[in-house]
Each structure stands twice: as structure tokens, then as C-alpha cells.
């Protein structure tokens, strides 16, 4: 059975609550929920996390070595900011899909640049919370079309 690591950024555990005008009304419970029975559902092994410190994010993705087999990661704020989650992402070259609640694209300017894209085999965004599940299958299916 695989492991799926799920990092998220600052701000997600507002979910709900913060914008949901723009990132929906449920809640971080709710979501981790909703991915904890997809897991299962999809066989798969799950990690969620989530931290408002940047070092979090960079001391998970480093602990992944070698143990994880693909992570998702909504990195909030620090997606436009964080060299140093890219530098972690590009040192455990594990297979990666960047997912953001809201469509990025469609946003303010400073939303427009993605360090984490760069370590990233896809990037998901603008589909809402399912996105997140959306991200999970691309990593089962990258695995599987590697077997074949």
C-alpha cells in the first residue's frame, strides 16, 4: 500500500471561515475527513498536516525521504514566497502535485508566480476541495503507469 503525504500551508485550518467567497464554506475537519475516506476508498496510506510556519513545511517534505511515495501540497501564502519549500521539494525528488482551493490564476498578481511549481509533476487548481482528490489519483496513477 502507498503513502500519500498531504502538506498544507498557512491558513488552511481557517477554511470555512476564511473567504469563503473564495475557498468554499467547509471546514479543515471536514476536508481532512473527506480525503482521510478517499484514501481508504483508493487503498492508499494517508499523512495530513498542516502548518503556519514555513520550516513545518520544509522539515515534512525532508522527512519524506525515501518514506513517502508522492505528496500533495496547497502551500497557501508560501507558494508565491518560499524558495526554501522548493529547494526541499527539489532535494527528495519525490513525485509532487501542487493544489490550490481556488483558481490562482484568476487572482491578484502577486498569486500569478509558483516556486513550488517548478518540483511539481502537476498543478491542480481552481476545482475546490477536490482538488485535493484530484492530486491523490494523479499520484496512484503515476505509480501505476510506472509498473506497466
Keep these: 500500500m502507498k503513502t500519500i503525504r498531504v502538506i498544507n ?11 469563503p467567497d473564495i475557498y468554499g464554506k467547509t471546514d479543515y475537519k471536514t476536508l481532512c475527513e473527506m480525503i482521510e475516506n478517499y484514501a481508504k476508498a483508493i487503498d492508499v496510506n494517508v499523512q495530513i498536516m ?3 510556519h514555513e520550516g513545518d513545511l ?10 513517502i511515495d508522492g505528496i500533495v ?19 527528495v525528488g519525490i ?5 490550490h482551493i481556488s483558481d ?5 498578481k502577486f498569486r500569478q508566480v509558483s516556486y513550488i511549481r517548478e518540483a511539481c509533476i ?4 481552481g476545482h475546490g476541495i477536490d ?6 489519483d494523479i499520484l496512484v496513477n503515476l505509480d501505476e503507469s510506472n509498473k506497466q
Design 9 to 19: 500551508g498557512p491558513n488552511l485550518n481557517m477554511l470555512g471561515v476564511r473567504e
Design 50 to 52: 498542516q502548518s503556519n
Design 58 to 67: 520544509v522539515d515534512w517534505i525532508q522527512e519524506s525521504y525515501n518514506i
Design 73 to 91: 501540497i496547497n502551500p497557501g501564502a508560501y507558494t508565491h514566497t518560499s524558495v526554501a519549500i522548493l529547494d526541499a521539494a527539489k532535494a
Design 95 to 99: 513525485p509532487m502535485v501542487e493544489v
Design 104 to 108: 490562482v490564476s484568476a487572482r491578484e
Design 122 to 125: 502537476k498543478t491542480i487548481s
Design 131 to 136: 482538488g485535493y482528490l484530484e492530486a491523490m
